[in-house]
Structure formats: structure tokens, C-alpha cells
């Protein structure tokens, strides 16, 4: 999920009743590491933001939630959850980056001694774009986006300097990347079960969104292969899968669009036939293509005709 | 230096006219206003055999979005096409750019990338050799363009800020036309964007003027403003009667100056 898309007004919207928090549902990957698996739909008042995987990882003394969520109600939704399966509390929020999918439920955690923790880059990217994607989707939402507010992460990480948070007994490794699927990447490695939350730096089942730069992310995938994880959890897709084997997928798509579309530049294409023309590679199937994959291809080929 | 032309300066005059009219009339169709503004009580004839405007109905991403005028006349004899406006009626500053064209260009048809702030009638307006306009309109669905933030990185762009590149679509052959897509590093601020640190306004910084010459000739003078995209792109022709070299001159609106100069020939 990215730049909200200027969809149509739904009338759904505005009849949505005041949900009650209830839990989300969530499969246990490794002992402690809890994922809500997000459905592969654009933000809409009747999922309320819910399109990303959220997760939280329980350690001795305290849980870190790793993305909070497309919305408040569904930040308080994933609070509820936490509280069902503990009763230590949450004090790190961790976003993978500043995707309103991701981040929209961080205000559910605020004011309870929770830190926010996000890539360097984070802050900027959440002031300039931030009020863009919070007027996007309380259109989308409507009364479903009630109380959903920006808030800025206090603790960041800088690319190339990663940060062990300790939970008690359970470290949590924060690294920051350069530019790849955003401006402000960052993974959370969980020491203790081998759990990679890769963010929005891995897309399965849902097609990946180029918001940052394709050959950037290209060369962060090549490094995140080699980090030890026996699993991720993606942004987009299942709970989990093998690591690094889930990384094909998406690199498939990935140098085929830079080869397609470099190939179109090559060949004098303009832009606007190239965004109408470039397919989805052939033998590639992605859910959620028809505006995403063009979307993809004009990022890419105004990245790639500057080489 | 450039000589810069009166016309640039209406595009700032039609944001003052149209932030002045009260919010009901902001509703009405703005274009007989931007039409008096730019071309006075010339009247502007039917142009589908002069030009045509190639926009797609709906954009896919409203910070970039491709435009073609694409020329109906050839760029010799007695009627050629002089300039191209590109109007961009619902856009704070609605004027575009304006293309002045010369025989020299061979081919009349310009190609770029603009941002459309929200859905808008956009017309091509081709002042022709002999004083005649020729209008069309292309209606396009789009939101948002000018207010979106930057795509690169603000230190990535200013680093990289003025820097060129050329790239030509068709071989040289002397005499013959030829394509060429020219595009500069410039993050065009709009002055409706917010700084992602400061959360203030960044002011505008936007490509002004282009000159293109190949050896002493003219090819193609554009006077542009807001709505040209990050890293303005346009795609020209020009007619090189002999090996030579393609010069560019880039003026932006803080009087900064850009050159650079390509030589064309048949390795090129």
C-alpha cells in the first residue's frame, strides 16, 4: 500500500457504526511473535485501514508492536489483541515506514509510556507526507477514520547504525536501510526465534509499490538475504514464510519491470506509453496490478532515465 | 541571457485574479478569464487540423503527467506553427509553458510532463506563422499534482540540480528531423509544498526558461512555470543540416543558470 489513491467517495463511509475494539485475528509464528495478516484491498470504510500485517513480539518484561495499523480504531484494535495474550506492557511501537497502512494506529498507544521508533528518515517523511495520506484516507474511511492523527517517532534509527532493544530476555534488532520500497525502510530482526519483519521491503500475493527507488531496493534485497532469519513476516501477504526463499517472488517482478522499462527508454518510449503499454511480466501473478503495476512503471522510468 | 518575454509574468497576474474571486465563482469555467489574460479578444479557432493534445483521461500519478501536443502542420511554407501554450485551466498558476517553435524545428510536436492539481480542462493553444490560434481541449481526471511532495530527496535534488541529459530518439541524418528528449534536474518547486523538516511552505524554485540552439539557430525557446513536473522533460525536434552541437541555456526563477551543450552527429 502507498499514496492513497483518489478513489471514489463511499457511501459506506458514512453510515460505518462506531466499531467496538475488538481483538484481531492473529496466528503465533514462533513462541511470543504474534501476526495479524492484513487482506489485500485498498484502504475502504469497511476494512478501516486494515490492509497491512501487523505484529507484536512478547519479550520478559514488555512488547513491541512492529506497525500499528491503517487506522486508530484498528491501532485500538491490535491493543485489544495484545491484551488478550498479555498482560506486560506495550512499550516500543516500531514502524517499518510511513505508509498510512503501517502507521494510521500508532495513536492507540500513545500517552502509555510507549516509545516510537522508526528509520532516521522517518520524521521528514511522516511531516511532508503524512497530511496527504491523513486527508486521503479519512476520505476514503470516512467516520471510520475518526480520531486517526500523525504521530512522529522520538527514537530513530540511522542506515548503517542498527539498534538492539531488549525486551527482557528477547533483543529486537532495528535496522535502517537506504532508499528502497520508501525513503525510510526499516526491519526488525528478532534475535531470539529468527523472525525478520521485513515491513513493506517485502510485498508477497499483493503487487510490490515502488515509492522510493527499484534498483535501491534491488540492492537491499540482495542484503537482507543474507541476515540471519529462518522466517518474515511480510508487509503484504501471509503470517510468515522461509526466509530468504520469499524474497523471489518480488525480485521476479522487480528486474523484470527494470529491464522492461529500461528497455522502453532505450527505445525512446515516452512515459506515457510506456505506463500503458509495459505489461506485468509474463508467468508473474499479483493481486491488486491494474493501478499499481502502471504506477510502477512511471516511478521507474523517471528513476531510470537519468543512468 | 535570455530575453524574457512579457508573457511569463501572466501567469502569477491569473493566480492573483483567480485567488480574488469569491469561492462560489471558483466553480465557473475559468478558461474566458485565462483566455483574455493570455491571448486579449483574439479569437481562437477550432484546432484539430492544426494540433492535437495526446493526456490521458485520468492520471496515474498526478505530479507526472505525460502531455503531447502533437503538430498537424508541417513546420515549412507560408503557415507553421510559432508558439504552443499549454494551459492548465484549474492549476494555481494555469499557464504551463509556452513553446516558441521555429522552422528550424522540423517538427512542431513537443512532448512533457506536468502536474494537475485537480480534474481540469487542459487546452493547447498554437499561434500560428501567419497570427491565427488554434485551440483544442483535452478534459483530464487528477488530483492533488501540485501540492505533492518532492519524489526525490531535497539534498538528492539540490545536489543534483542542474544537471542535464540529452537523449535522442532518431539517428542524425544532415537535414533531416530529428527527435530529441531533453530533461534537467530541477526539483521545480511549486510553492505549495511543505518542507519535510521545517513543516513550513517551501518557497517556489521552478525552471523559468529554456534555450535551445543548435550551432547559432534557435531551435526552441520555452517560458515555463509551476506546473512543469520535477525534473522538467521535453521532447522536441530540431533539423541539424550538419554535424554541430545542440546548446541548452536554463534559467530558473532564482536567477540561477544552467548550460550545456551536446555534439551532434552520426555517432549521436
Not at chain 1, 29 to 43: D, I, L, M
Not at chain 1, 54 to 79: K, Q, T, W
Not at chain 2, 36 to 64: C, K, N, Q, T
Given at each position: 500500500?502507498?499514496?492513497?489513491?483518489?478513489?471514489?467517495?463511499?457511501?459506506?463511509?458514512?453510515?460505518?457504526?462506531?466499531?467496538?475494539?475488538?481483538?484481531?485475528?492473529?496466528?503465533?509464528?514462533?513462541?511470543?511473535?504474534?501476526?495479524?495478516?492484513?487482506?489485500?484491498?485498498?484502504?475502504?470504510?469497511?476494512?478501516?485501514?486494515?490492509?497491512?500485517?501487523?505484529?507484536?513480539?512478547?519479550?520478559?518484561?514488555?512488547?513491541?508492536?512492529?506497525?500499528?495499523?491503517?487506522?486508530?480504531?484498528?491501532?485500538?484494535?491490535?491493543?485489544?489483541?495484545?491484551?488478550?495474550?498479555?498482560?506486560?506492557?506495550?512499550?516500543?511501537?516500531?514502524?517499518?515506514?510511513?505508509?498510512?497502512?503501517?502507521?494510521?494506529?500508532?495513536?492507540?498507544?500513545?500517552?502509555?509510556?510507549?516509545?516510537?521508533?522508526?528509520?532516521?528518515?522517518?520524521?521528514?517523511?511522516?511531516?511532508?507526507?503524512?497530511?496527504?495520506?491523513?486527508?486521503?484516507?479519512?476520505?476514503?474511511?470516512?467516520?471510520?477514520?475518526?480520531?486517526?492523527?500523525?504521530?512522529?517517532?522520538?527514537?530513530?534509527?540511522?542506515?548503517?547504525?542498527?539498534?538492539?532493544?531488549?525486551?527482557?530476555?528477547?533483543?529486537?534488532?532495528?535496522?535502517?536501510?537506504?532508499?528502497?520500497?520508501?525513503?525510510?525502510?526499516?526491519?526488525?530482526?528478532?534475535?531470539?526465534?529468527?523472525?525478520?519483519?521485513?515491513?513493506?521491503?517485502?510485498?508477497?500475493?499483493?503487487?510490490?509499490?515502488?515509492?522510493?527507488?527499484?534498483?535501491?531496493?534491488?540492492?537491499?534485497?540482495?542484503?537482507?538475504?543474507?541476515?540471519?532469519?529462518?522466517?518474515?513476516?511480510?508487509?503484504?501477504?501471509?503470517?510468515?514464510?522461509?526466509?530468504?526463499?520469499?524474497?523471489?517472488?518480488?525480485?521476479?517482478?522487480?528486474?523484470?519491470?527494470?529491464?522492461?522499462?529500461?528497455?522502453?527508454?532505450?527505445?525512446?518510449?515516452?512515459?506515457?506509453?510506456?505506463?500503458?503499454?509495459?505489461?506485468?511480466?509474463?508467468?508473474?501473478?499479483?493481486?491488486?496490478?491494474?493501478?499499481?503495476?502502471?504506477?510502477?512503471?512511471?516511478?521507474?522510468?523517471?528513476?531510470?532515465?537519468?543512468? | 541571457?535570455?530575453?524574457?518575454?512579457?508573457?511569463?509574468?501572466?501567469?502569477?497576474?491569473?493566480?492573483?485574479?483567480?485567488?480574488?474571486?469569491?469561492?462560489?465563482?471558483?466553480?465557473?469555467?475559468?478558461?474566458?478569464?485565462?483566455?483574455?489574460?493570455?491571448?486579449?479578444?483574439?479569437?481562437?479557432?477550432?484546432?484539430?487540423?492544426?494540433?492535437?493534445?495526446?493526456?490521458?483521461?485520468?492520471?496515474?500519478?498526478?505530479?507526472?503527467?505525460?502531455?503531447?501536443?502533437?503538430?498537424?502542420?508541417?513546420?515549412?511554407?507560408?503557415?507553421?506553427?510559432?508558439?504552443?501554450?499549454?494551459?492548465?485551466?484549474?492549476?494555481?498558476?494555469?499557464?504551463?509553458?509556452?513553446?516558441?517553435l521555429s522552422?528550424a524545428s522540423g517538427n512542431?510536436?513537443?512532448?512533457?510532463?506536468?502536474?494537475?492539481?485537480?480534474?481540469?480542462?487542459?487546452?493547447?493553444?498554437?499561434?500560428?506563422?501567419?497570427?491565427?490560434?488554434?485551440?483544442?481541449?483535452?478534459?483530464?481526471?487528477?488530483?492533488?499534482?501540485?501540492?505533492?511532495?518532492?519524489?526525490?530527496?531535497?539534498?538528492?535534488?539540490?545536489?543534483?540540480?542542474?544537471?542535464?541529459?540529452?537523449?535522442t530518439?532518431?539517428?542524425?541524418?544532415?537535414?533531416?528531423s530529428m527527435r530529441a528528449?531533453?530533461?534537467?534536474?530541477?526539483?521545480?518547486?511549486?510553492?505549495?509544498?511543505?518542507?519535510?523538516?521545517?513543516?513550513?511552505?517551501?518557497?517556489?524554485?521552478?525552471?523559468?526558461?529554456?534555450?535551445v540552439r543548435y550551432?547559432?539557430r534557435?531551435i526552441l525557446?520555452?517560458?515555463?512555470?509551476?506546473?512543469?513536473?520535477?525534473?522538467?522533460?521535453?521532447?522536441f525536434s530540431f533539423v541539424p543540416?550538419?554535424?554541430g552541437?545542440l546548446?541548452?541555456?536554463?534559467?530558473?526563477?532564482?536567477?540561477?543558470?544552467?548550460?550545456?551543450?551536446?555534439?551532434i552527429?552520426?555517432?549521436?
Amino acid at each position: 500500500m502507498t499514496r492513497l489513491l483518489p478513489a471514489a467517495f463511499s457511501v459506506l463511509a458514512m453510515v460505518a457504526p462506531p466499531a467496538m475494539a475488538q481483538a484481531l485475528a492473529v496466528e503465533e509464528v514462533a513462541p511470543g511473535v504474534f501476526v495479524h495478516a492484513g487482506v489485500h484491498e485498498e484502504f475502504t470504510a469497511a476494512n478501516e485501514g486494515a490492509i497491512a500485517n501487523l505484529a507484536f513480539v512478547v519479550g520478559e518484561e514488555m512488547v513491541a508492536v512492529i506497525d500499528s495499523g491503517g487506522s486508530l480504531r484498528e491501532g485500538r484494535r491490535l491493543r485489544e489483541t495484545v491484551a488478550a495474550h498479555t498482560d506486560l506492557p506495550v512499550r516500543w511501537v516500531i514502524a517499518t515506514h510511513a505508509h498510512p497502512d503501517h502507521l494510521f494506529g500508532h495513536a492507540a498507544f500513545a500517552g502509555d509510556g510507549a516509545r516510537f521508533a522508526g528509520h532516521q528518515r522517518l520524521p521528514r517523511e511522516v511531516a511532508s507526507k503524512g497530511p496527504l495520506y491523513l486527508d486521503s484516507m479519512t476520505r476514503l474511511l470516512g467516520a471510520a477514520s475518526a480520531g486517526t492523527e500523525l504521530v512522529a517517532p522520538d527514537v530513530t534509527v540511522p542506515v548503517g547504525a542498527p539498534l538492539d532493544i531488549d525486551l527482557g530476555g528477547r533483543v529486537l534488532r532495528l535496522q535502517a536501510w537506504p532508499t528502497a520500497h520508501t525513503a525510510a525502510d526499516l526491519t526488525a530482526l528478532d534475535l531470539e526465534s529468527g523472525t525478520l519483519f521485513a515491513g513493506d521491503l517485502l510485498f508477497m500475493e499483493r503487487l510490490p509499490v515502488v515509492d522510493g527507488s527499484l534498483t535501491g531496493w534491488l540492492d537491499v534485497m540482495t542484503e537482507l538475504a543474507a541476515l540471519p532469519a529462518e522466517r518474515v513476516v511480510p508487509g503484504h501477504g501471509p503470517a510468515q514464510a522461509a526466509w530468504p526463499d520469499a524474497l523471489a517472488p518480488q525480485r521476479a517482478y522487480l528486474e523484470a519491470l527494470r529491464d522492461s522499462v529500461r528497455k522502453a527508454i532505450a527505445q525512446g518510449m515516452p512515459l506515457g506509453r510506456a505506463a500503458e503499454e509495459i505489461p506485468l511480466p509474463a508467468g508473474q501473478s499479483w493481486l491488486l496490478v491494474d493501478e499499481n503495476h502502471p504506477r510502477n512503471v512511471i516511478a521507474s522510468y523517471t528513476e531510470l532515465e537519468w543512468e | 541571457m535570455l530575453p524574457r518575454r512579457r508573457l511569463i509574468t501572466a501567469a502569477p497576474v491569473l493566480v492573483a485574479a483567480l485567488a480574488g474571486l469569491p469561492g462560489a465563482a471558483r466553480a465557473a469555467d475559468p478558461w474566458p478569464d485565462i483566455k483574455e489574460a493570455l491571448f486579449g479578444d483574439r479569437p481562437i479557432a477550432d484546432g484539430s487540423a492544426v494540433i492535437a493534445l495526446d493526456a490521458p483521461e485520468r492520471a496515474l500519478d498526478a505530479a507526472v503527467v505525460p502531455m503531447t501536443i502533437r503538430a498537424l502542420l508541417p513546420q515549412t511554407g507560408a503557415r507553421w506553427i510559432k508558439t504552443l501554450h499549454l494551459v492548465i485551466d484549474e492549476n494555481p498558476a494555469p499557464l504551463a509553458a509556452v513553446f516558441h517553435l521555429s522552422p528550424a524545428s522540423g517538427n512542431a510536436t513537443i512532448e512533457t510532463r506536468v502536474r494537475v492539481n485537480s480534474y481540469t480542462n487542459v487546452h493547447a493553444v498554437a499561434e500560428t506563422s501567419d497570427g491565427g490560434l488554434y485551440g483544442v481541449t483535452q478534459f483530464v481526471k487528477a488530483a492533488g499534482g501540485c501540492s505533492a511532495p518532492a519524489l526525490k530527496d531535497a539534498d538528492e535534488a539540490m545536489a543534483r540540480l542542474g544537471r542535464m541529459k540529452l537523449r535522442t530518439h532518431t539517428p542524425f541524418t544532415p537535414g533531416e528531423s530529428m527527435r530529441a528528449q531533453l530533461l534537467i534536474s530541477h526539483p521545480n518547486y511549486t510553492g505549495l509544498q511543505i518542507d519535510q523538516l521545517s513543516r513550513n511552505w517551501i518557497p517556489p524554485d521552478y525552471v523559468r526558461s529554456i534555450l535551445v540552439r543548435y550551432g547559432e539557430r534557435e531551435i526552441l525557446k520555452v517560458e515555463a512555470d509551476i506546473s512543469l513536473s520535477e525534473d522538467p522533460s521535453i521532447t522536441f525536434s530540431f533539423v541539424p543540416e550538419t554535424e554541430g552541437r545542440l546548446s541548452v541555456a536554463v534559467e530558473d526563477s532564482n536567477e540561477r543558470h544552467f548550460e550545456e551543450a551536446w555534439p551532434i552527429g552520426p555517432g549521436s
